[in-house]
Structures are given as C-alpha cells and as structure tokens.
C-alpha cells in the first residue's frame, strides 16, 4: 500500500535512515547489502547480495519506482546497467567523479571552485616531481576507495614519499598540498525534479583520528553560505542531479577550499533529523521520487556527536535533557560509528553546555 | 541488535510509529493483528493473530522486554495473563478502567474530575429515571466499543430515548448530560519508571461527524494547563501507570470537562511528531522500557489535519511549504483515517494561512 518504491544500494546506518524516513511518506525502501543483520535490514526489506552483483542489483530493481545509493563505493557499470530500465539517482556520472580524487579536483577545477593544488601519481616517478610541484608538507591520497581518514598518508620530508606510497599499496593517487585550515565545514544540498534546488545551513565538523566525532549546525556565515551554495549548485546543474549532495570545505585564511564530495546523505547531515525542518533524508528520497523538496530551515542550532565503537546506555543518554538517540542496530567494534545522539537549541550557548554533558554521557558504560 | 523489544497489541496506526519511532532508540517492536497488511505490519514484526487468542498474545510476548497496547478494546484478561510473566503497561486496571464509560465515569468522581452528570442504564428500566436525572438533551453512550463518535445517539426529547437505546442494540450504557462547549481540548501525560512525570501542551481539537478533522497545539491556557496536569497525573498515579495516557476535555463556560480517558497515544497528540522535542510516541516507548522521558515542549504552533477516506496526491500535500505527510498505508475506505499532515510554524496566524493552504491541497485528487 506504499505509494512509492525506492530501491537503495547498501544497507548501512544511511539505508536504515533513508528507509525509516520512507515509511511516513508513503515510501518503502528496498535495500541491497550482503549482510542480512545490516542496519538498513533490520528495518525494511532487504535483497541479501554483493553491490556489484548484476542478480542482486536487478532484484533490487524490479518494480522500483527508482534506485539510489546510500555509499558511494559502487560499481558505477551496474548503475548504468540499472538507469537502462528504471530512474537512478543520483545519476551514475556523479558517482564516478565521486569515487574518483582525479575526477574530484578536475570537476573543481572545471567549476571554478577552490581546491588545493595537486598532482597525478601513476608511478614511482611521478612522485618527485609531485613534491616540487605541490610543496611539502602534502597529503597522498588514493583516488579510490578512502573514506574516514583511510588510504591516505601526510608527507612531511620529500624522502618520505616513496615510503608513504609503498604503505598505500602503490596505487593510483594524487599528491594534494596539506593547507593549514581553521576549520571544517560541510554543505549539504539537494536537487529535486526540474532543477529544483534547496540548501541547508553550512555545518562545522570536528574530526578525531580521520573520523566525524561531532557535527554543529548552522555555521553562520552568510558570505560563504552563498558562496558553498553556488558551487553546489554548479555540481549538482553540471550532471542533471536529482537527490542530496554533500561536499567537504576546509574554511582556511583564504576562504572555503572543497575538499570531497559525496553523492549522497551524509554524516555531517544528521542533525537534520531534529534540527531541520525537513532531513537530509527525507529530502533525497523526495527527490529522487519527484516530490516537491521540503524546507530546509535549521529549527535552532543543532550539534550531532558520533557514537564509535559501542552505543553507551541509552538511560544515559537520553537523561541529558533535550537528548535524541539513534542506534544503528550493530555490534560493537572498535572505532566502528554505531549511532549519533542529537541536541537541537534556540541558544548556542546552552547548547554546547548540553553538548558537554552529552559527551559525558555518551563516555559512561 | 536492539536494545530491547516491545510487543504491541494492535497494528494500526499508532502502532506503525509507536515501531517507527523505536528504531533510532534501538527497541524493536513486535505487533499483534489479525491483518498481515496492517499498517504497524508494514513496518515491522508481525505475530498473525487476533488481539484476544491467548496463544498469539503468547508468541507476542515471548522474549520481549515490555508489552503494550496501541488500542484500548483489548482483552483485559489476556493482559492480565501476560502481565504474571512479562511486564505490561499500562497496567491492565488502567485499560479496564477506559474500556468502560461507567468505570470511567467514577474514576473522575473519585477524583474530582470534572464530569458531566450522567446515569446508568442496564434496563430499559433505567431510561425514564435518567432522563429526570440527567436533563435534556442528553447522550445515550454505549458503555463499551465506543469510538470516533460510534455508539452514541443525542437525544433532545424523551420519547425518543427508548428508540435510541434500541437502536444501539439495548446495550448497558451510559445517559450523560448534554454540556454546551465552546472547544474540545486533550491533554497528553507521560509516566515513567520511578514516578516521572511530563505533560504535553493542550491541544484544541476539531471534529467532523465524530472523528477528530484537526489538532491545533499548544492551545495556550496557563490555568487549564495546570489543571488538566493535576487532573492527569491523579489518574496515573492511581494505577501506578506507565507510558501515555490522554483525556479528552470539553471546554464549557464553566471550564474543562473531562470527556473521556484513552490509555494510549492518541491522534490529537500526532502533531508532536515534528511539533514538540520529543514525540508521544518515542516517550511511550521511554516509558514502556523505564528509560527517562523526553522533552515534551513544543516546537512552536503545530497544526495536524487528518487525512480521511484516501491519501491525496503526496506531490499537492508536499508543495505545501512546510508540510509533513504521514502515510498510514491503508486501503482507500470513505471516512477511514488513513494518514495525516503536519505544519508548524513560529507564528500562529501563518500557521492558520498555510493551513488553509493544506486543506486545499488535501483536498485534491
């Protein structure tokens, strides 16, 4: 009796979210993921199977109304496959500039958005003449596959280069000049249907150890709120997007340098679920179905604080006045991003006050 | 992975998000209902069975931590049975209590509610004393099954009281005064473990033909709040109850009157989803499991309108700027409450504009 059907590739925490924001609108997500106990499995209907299984990805498909991702790292050739015979989005191009740091830099580049310099790895080779061209200190990055700090190395010595290569396997990267930023910050947007736009609030990011630890929304600054919101719509205008986009900012003495994009909700997004008129979630799946987009107007500040590892006693949690809890149904591992807690506040101040005994809480066992 | 479990007698509506909002706190709910296509059976585990068969209510209960009820005509003995070996709330005398006009009717007495005066009818016997006693016009009430304005007939002149009896089936019933009323009001109460205590705003309820229409909150009446949070929390703390309990009131020139007892989450109370910190649904749950309860203050002026009969085009209710749709996931049925939307809005009077522009956009097909 659903209204619509989506179809999501992946059945993480993002699936499950994406689903559970489903259900009220009348959509049903389907999702596909190898592991049947994965989050977004636990809460909507699950076709058990690899990403990149031609079977799998077609009975996830079958009577869908559209497809999306929930994680990036899919092989776009069975999206294309897919977009032959039922809508995905986002669109399957956008994905594979994501999945690419090339692809990345040169679309900003082509943009017109400020990025940090770099250079091309292929081989051995073309490690030294990286280090003149982009300066040390710099950061080697594998075009592919890294997320949460992985498959990157900071390179402080031009003799360590051909070390921090060999750690990373040896593969196709880019060497990328390390800038000095004061800040992260992220912009979330979503595209609908006959390029109908909307942003949220620019939102600062604290990361530990590569990982997301704690989300503040909105980053006020109307300056370069304007300016991340122009270059989100040349991203998502430039591949006829349909759905949320997100892309990473360091804020640095020279003003906002894109770092990533990711083609798809994001953990800088959370906050939405409380703290915005309407979620990130809820958005990318009106999207991607054709709906009108919903408001996107913070409802108070909002900070987000990531759970790694193990979810701590909910009773703790949720005894901090205002506390919102998300539990992604996994079984502890370390480092492992298990859930999020929310708080949502008219006056920053008090936030952060309560931010401070939510971290208590969320450290208590 | 969950936390914990809690099975559900009922799978309409309130039991589909009483499940919805479970998930991010990590408690999975089990639903009980005769359809395999219920709404609350959409969404997640479903026990096939009728609410009263002892071997269902079994399977319901089995390795859950809580059980509840998401509609209060169930049987009191099968709760009572499950009640000897897994927690249930609200306790079963609660439920008794609600299930029956006249047992509600000497609750507000005992208390000092406020409540129209009424008389008891076992025979027809009874029908011309109550009509001296209570006055005319008065509502005769089926003491049981009633609801969304079934089982009772007005009856504005005592010859026709016999005809009405009749016509409810000669039932033992209730005849209550007929009170002239300016608003229908409800106030929604949570209990927790240990005693907790937190009450939701007022809210102004319209109905059409018997079933609630719209739900504007908070109605902002600082001596009916106090007084309806007394009213409420005597109730509770006589059953020693746990989770959600509403009482609708009528509110007649002489004050709140109260109307009638639902121990459950209640459809005037739907606009806490995205209206107030934390939803009636989550602080059931929160309460079911003795977890503390969450903010019940508003988010602003809420407005909630029923969607009755069939589910209108999501792309006219979604235009609507602001508008959150609900999707209960029923077959069109005229008169059927199959979903409802929600806006809030800082301000009252373009609360009220938009919700003009809601039912407009309800309304079309």
Not at 49 to 52: E, F, V, W, Y
């Given at each position: 009796m659903s209204a619509k059907k989506v179809g999501i590739v992946g059945g993480g925490q993002l699936g499950r979210m994406l689903a559970l924001a489903g259900y009220p609108l009348g959509i049903a997500c389907r999702l596909l993921d190898r592991?049947?106990?994965c989050p977004g499995g636990q809460v909507a209907e699950l076709v058990p199977?690899?990403?990149?299984d031609p079977a799998a990805l077609e009975r996830l498909a079958d009577g869908v109304d559209a497809v999306t991702i929930e994680i990036e790292n899919v092989a776009v050739e069975g999206l294309e496959a897919l977009a032959r015979r039922v809508p995905v989005y986002p669109p399957p191009a956008a994905v594979a500039a994501a999945q690419d740091r090339l692809a990345e830099k040169e679309l900003f580049a082509a943009l017109g958005i400020p990025a940090a310099p770099f250079a091309r790895i292929d081989t051995g080779a073309d490690l030294a003449p990286a280090v003149r061209e982009v300066g040390l200190p710099l950061v080697l990055k594998l075009r592919r596959m890294g997320y949460d700090g992985r498959g990157q190395r900071v390179v402080r010595d031009a003799a360590d280069i051909g070390r921090a290569w060999a750690e990373l396997g040896e593969g196709p990267a880019i060497a990328e000049r390390w800038l000095p930023f004061e800040r992260e910050v992220s912009s979330i947007a979503v595209r609908g249907a006959e390029g109908a736009l909307a942003f949220y609030p620019l939102a600062e990011n604290t990361h530990h150890g590569g990982i997301l630890h704690t989300t503040l929304a909105p980053y006020e600054d109307a300056t370069l709120q304007r300016q991340a919101e122009r270059w989100l719509a040349a991203i998502l205008e430039r591949f006829d997007y349909r759905g949320v986009l997100t892309v990473e900012f360091f804020l640095t003495r020279d003003g906002l340098v894109a770092n990533e994009i990711a083609p798809r909700v994001h953990n800088s997004g959370h906050w939405t679920i409380e703290g915005a008129e309407t979620s990130q979630f809820e958005n990318h799946l009106r999207a991607v179905v054709g709906w009108p987009l919903g408001d996107t107007r913070p409802r108070g500040h909002a900070a987000m604080l990531n759970l790694l590892g193990r979810v701590p006693p909910a009773e703790a949690v949720l005894a901090v006045p205002g506390a919102h809890l998300h539990d992604y149904g996994k079984p502890p591992r370390p480092e492992r991003k298990v859930g999020h807690c929310t708080l949502v506040d008219p006056d920053r101040d008090r936030l952060l006050e309560r931010l401070a005994a939510l971290r208590a809480a969320a450290a208590s066992t």
């Open positions: 592991e049947p106990g199977g690899a990403l990149d």
